[in-house]
């Protein structure tokens, strides 16, 4: 089983949609979570840190489930700018330090 | 803009050549990354730097060797690549390596091995 698994997509919504993705992990004794955008050819961006209460920016809402090892981020009112790829990141403590692990990234396209 | 700079952004190289990616924060930030992102796979962690000091090395090859003068810059010293080694190479930096510090990536520095 991966460490971390995404559906990688593509989600193809109209504009205005809400849309949601998760990310399922497997290591339970991961400790901090993360989502990042990532735009075709370019770098992943922070987008927010998932906080095990669960925390809102705007249209965007990050979510944790501890009990079944998943983080989702809901997307609302979809513009055509959030076209891109979506990467979640787990971090966790290891013999070495803390690591942090990616997934594929789920692609999203917002269409007319 | 970013506050994590790479150069250069495209580089295109033989087996054969020697060539060295760079990378600098602006950030203040303790603790440095190289990663690799290859097509369809997802970022693969290559080498971590605290402190100025090289703490994780995940089983990467001896061709690719980095180097950390200090905590504002970081180079990945490329030499006798393969095909398989043509990617995008991302550096990344965090304040230090707290488990809820988030890392900022630089806009990569995309490879091709001919």
């Known amino acids: 089983r991966k460490e971390v698994e995404q559906d990688p997509g593509p989600f193809n919504v109209p504009e205005g949609a809400t849309v949601a993705f998760n990310c399922t992990y497997s290591?339970?004794?991961?400790?901090?979570f993360f989502w990042y955008r990532q735009d075709c050819r370019k770098e992943p961006k922070l987008l927010m840190s998932?906080?095990?209460s669960g925390n809102e920016d705007g249209r965007f809402t990050a979510q944790l489930n501890r009990a079944s090892q998943y983080i989702s981020l809901l997307i609302r009112d979809s513009k055509l700018s959030d076209s891109a790829t979506y990467l979640c990141?787990?971090?966790?403590?290891?013999?070495?330090?803390?690591?942090?692990?990616f997934g594929t990234g789920t692609q999203l396209k917002v269409e007319l | 803009e970013t506050g994590v700079t790479q150069t250069p952004r495209h580089l295109v190289m033989g087996m054969t050549n020697k060539k060295s990616l760079k990378c600098e924060q602006h950030?203040?930030?303790?603790?440095m990354y190289w990663y690799k992102q290859s097509a369809k796979k997802p970022l693969e962690l290559m080498f971590v730097?605290?402190?100025?000091?090289?703490?994780e090395n995940n089983s990467v090859p001896s061709r690719f060797s980095p180097e950390c003068p200090n905590s504002s810059h970081l180079f990945l010293h490329l030499h006798t690549l393969q095909p398989e080694d043509s990617a995008l190479y991302l550096c990344?930096?965090?304040?230090?390596?707290?488990?809820?510090?988030?890392?900022?990536f630089g806009d990569g520095t995309r490879l091709s091995i001919l």
């Open positions: 998932v906080y095990s």
């Open positions: 730097y605290s402190l100025e000091e090289r703490v």
């Open positions: 990141a787990v971090n966790l403590l290891t013999g070495g330090g803390n690591k942090l692990t």
């Open positions: 290591n339970s004794a991961s400790q901090s």
């Open positions: 990344a930096s965090s304040q230090d390596r707290g488990l809820d510090q988030p890392q900022h």
């Open positions: 950030l203040g930030h303790n603790a």
